[in-house]
T-cell receptor, first 112, second 116 residues
Framework: DQQVKQNSPSLSVQEGRISILNCDYT??????FLWYKKYPAEGPTFLIS?????DKNEDGRFTVFLNKSAKHLSLHIVPSQPGDSAVYFC???????????FGAGTILRVKS | DAGVIQSPRHEVTEMGQEVTLRCKPI?????LFWYRQTMMRGLELLIY????????DSGMPEDRFSAKMPNASFSTLKIQPSEPRDSAVYFC??????????????FGDGTRLSIL
């Protein structure tokens, strides 16, 4: 039972263009959402988060959008850079916020 | 600032052997998590501790797996006896305990475990 789904296993984008990574969830009790980035042979690194009381959060080139009615969130990277090439995980938490449920990840390749 | 430190980075051992993975969380963090990453199941939570107390171990696959946190700066994940299907990357993460909203978890670089 996958509560957090990232349906695109991979995405390829040209340098300088926008990257859009998508995530869907099924548990309406989730109240906090996070994106993590992972390089090979390293652990996931926290990127950006959003609370369910907001619909947008921005940090530099990274913006996360939350659509609660659709149970959907997305991560926008503008402009994309070759160093952004990594695996991106969407995660969600409910209740005390400690237990994260992760999606399967999307491999992003930014071509120069 | 030291991050989450895991050891060993790589472990190769034969089926039936005991395996112990170690984790040192970020100083001051009071939640600690153990995850396993596989191709089939992605990143799954095995167990987590708050203030050294196990809170949720529902992700621990079976009795062969056990985890301890004897103090705020050290945790172990033990597999005994190990089996080939335990081969995976095991991550440890730490965070501050969340009250109203989630706190981001900070991950170590993982232990790549291979059971032959």
């Amino acid at each position: 039972d996958q509560q957090v789904k990232q349906n695109s296993p991979s995405l390829s984008v040209q340098e300088g263009r926008i990257s859009i990574l998508n995530c869907d969830y099924t548990n309406s009790m989730f109240d906090y959402f996070l994106w993590y980035k992972k390089y090979p042979a390293e652990g996931p690194t926290f990127l950006i988060s959003i609370s369910s009381i907001k619909d947008k959060n921005e940090d530099g080139r990274f913006t996360v959008f939350l659509n609660k009615s659709a149970k959907h969130l997305s991560l926008h990277i503008v402009p994309s850079q070759p160093g952004d090439s990594a695996v991106y995980f969407c995660a969600a938490s409910v209740g005390d916020g400690n237990k994260l449920v992760f999606g399967a990840g999307t491999i992003l390749r930014v071509k120069s | 600032d030291a991050g989450v430190i895991q050891s060993p980075r790589h472990e190769v051992t034969e089926m039936g052997q005991e395996v112990t993975l170690r984790c040192k969380p970020i100083s001051g963090h009071n939640s600690l998590f153990w995850y396993r990453q596989t191709m089939m199941r992605g990143l799954e939570l095995l167990i987590y501790f708050n203030n050294n107390v196990p809170i949720d171990d529902s992700g621990m696959p079976e009795d062969r797996f056990s985890a301890k946190m004897p103090n705020a700066s050290f945790s172990t994940l033990k597999i005994q006896p190990s089996e080939p299907r335990d081969s995976a990357v095991y991550f440890c993460a730490s965070s501050l305990i969340a009250n109203l909203a989630g706190q981001p978890q900070h991950f170590g670089d993982g232990t790549r475990l291979s059971i032959l």
